[in-house]
């Protein structure tokens, strides 16, 4: 079983920053995959931003803004949010995806329990 657990969120006025972090734990072979994705009260969640292979791609309404990272040795992944906007205030939630063996047979995708995100006007 892999877990995943946030970290980072709070309450920043328009304009500020900050950075999520999701340690992703357990027994796996390897991690093919994390993102972040956002919901909002009232709407579905969504994708913010992703990283497979050294590639990252992000939402529309965050590019320039927000910056995935990884630490693959310690199986983490950041997301450093500058210029934070009202419309950012959000549930942000880790994911994740890879296989439990090197070759493959077995794979995994779990999600983290999610962290608030408000941006006061």
């Known amino acids: 079983q892999v877990q995943l657990v946030e970290s980072g969120g709070g309450l920043v006025q328009t304009g500020g920053s900050l950075r999520l972090s999701c340690v992703a734990s357990?027994?796996?072979?390897?991690?093919?995959?994390m993102g972040w994705y956002r919901q909002a009260p009232g709407k579905q969640r969504e994708m913010v931003a992703t990283?497979?292979?050294?590639?990252?791609k992000y939402a529309d309404s965050v590019k320039g803004r927000f910056t995935i990272s990884t630490d693959n040795a310690k199986n983490m992944v950041y997301l450093q949010m500058n210029s934070l906007k009202v419309d950012d205030t959000a549930v942000y939630y880790c994911?994740?995806?890879?296989?439990?063996?090197?070759?493959?047979?077995?794979?995994?995708?779990?999600w983290g329990q999610g962290t608030q995100v408000t941006v006061s006007s």
């Open positions: 990283i497979s292979g050294g590639i990252a």
């Open positions: 357990g027994s796996f072979f390897r991690i093919s995959a």
């Open positions: 994911n994740a995806g890879g296989a439990f063996d090197s070759i493959w047979s077995r794979l995994w995708d779990t």
